[in-house]
């Protein structure tokens, strides 16, 4: 299987010019700067994802917005700088977002030509625009779409946006997911043209019950409910993700996972399915989010960043931390504190 060369070890830059908590001046100018990626350059990754809203760069009739261009254009530079790689992933495009509360409709996007016209427009904007970095910038097509059964209008979309930024960038890689929020599971069912700069992706939160528990946005999700990890067994997990309706189901309850214990046995046998279809391809793999949330035990998240990340090192499928700063996931908050340097000190191994 090919490797997602100068993108095996990064982090997101999440809540920036995405999932903005607040739209001001203050915000876009300090919330990440020059020093920020200069520090994740010191802590050894090679690469930043960089999550895009439309309405950052675009306006409702389709006019660029330089300032939010500069924005991207300034990041650019610095991780040039640095020595960092990019990928440029659009988080949100007009009429669709992973976070269905933040449009009327989510589906309508894959139904509506004119959503799907702007939306191609965007990539071949930024094609033009950043193409001719193909050595250190990548572009994500669109992140998690959410619906499972939406797979052949997506992988419709994805190819046409596909084609149109080929014609434009020639040798950039054009990283794709799959539905149902980027599963993994997802991974066989993505059908778009494949050439020597594709990239197939996926995100990883598996036990869902362990790396979101108290996450205030999961349904009937209660703020004491804790789980640990590996826990004494696969049964106490599943048991724990019964007492959530979003968790009961996923990997963690496939026969395939009867385990002795939770390692990172788990995530090889989890990964295997993609890892089949990019060895098919001769493509390779790219987990564009992992993480657990700051309120799991620290050295609970580090155990389970131990697993995750062996098992997508022994594979060679390239990854991205969620996430650099705040959201609830951050690194650099007081949460990761007493682990942080450890967790650092894996991207030496």
């Not at 968790?247 to 002795?260: C, K, N, Q, V, Y």
């Not at 990019?278 to 790219?286: E, Q, S, V």
């Not at 700051?294 to 960043?305: I, M, T, V």
Request: charged letters at 25%; one cysteine or more.
């Amino acid at each position: 299987m090919k490797v997602f060369t100068g993108y095996q070890k990064g982090i997101n830059l999440g809540g920036w010019i995405s999932q903005c908590v607040a739209r001001t001046q203050e915000h876009f100018s300090n919330f990440i700067t020059e020093k920020d990626i200069k520090q994740i350059a010191t802590w050894g990754y090679d690469h930043v994802r960089l999550p895009i809203d439309y309405d950052i760069i675009f306006t409702e009739d389709g006019k660029e917005i330089e300032e939010g261009f500069g924005r991207i254009s300034s990041c650019i530079s610095w991780c040039k700088a640095a020595g960092l790689n990019l990928v440029l992933d659009l988080h949100k495009t007009k009429g669709y977002m992973f976070d269905t509360a933040e449009v009327k409709d989510p589906d309508l996007f894959f139904h509506d030509k004119g959503l799907q016209d702007f939306f191609v427009n965007i990539w071949l904007v930024m094609a033009k625009r950043y193409g001719s970095m193909s050595d250190f910038v990548a572009f994500e097509l669109l992140n998690e779409i959410v619906n499972p059964n939406l797979r052949n209008e997506w992988n419709e979309i994805a190819s046409r946006a596909f084609k149109e930024i080929r014609a434009v960038a020639k040798e950039t890689w054009i990283v794709v997911g799959g539905v149902n929020y980027n599963s993994v599971s997802a991974v066989p069912g993505i059908e778009v043209p494949v050439d020597e700069k594709t990239v197939f992706t996926f995100h990883c939160y598996e036990p869902f019950v362990f790396t979101h528990q108290k996450a205030y946005w999961v349904e009937n999700m209660p703020s004491d409910f804790e789980v640990s990890y590996p826990g004494p067994s696969i049964e106490y997990l599943r048991a724990k993700s019964n007492e959530i309706p979003q968790a009961r189901h996923g990997a963690i309850f496939d026969p395939a996972m009867d385990i002795l214990k939770m390692d990172e046995n788990f995530f090889e046998i989890l990964f295997k399915p993609a890892l089949d279809t990019a060895k098919k391809k001769n493509i390779p793999l790219y987990c564009g989010e992992y993480g657990a949330i700051d309120q799991a035990e620290a050295e609970d998240s580090l155990r389970w960043l131990i697993d995750i990340q062996k098992a997508l090192q022994n594979n060679g499928i390239g990854r991205a931390l969620w996430t650099y700063k705040e959201k609830d996931f951050g690194l650099v908050g007081p949460h990761y504190d007493s682990v942080r340097d450890a967790i650092i000190a894996l991207n030496s191994k």
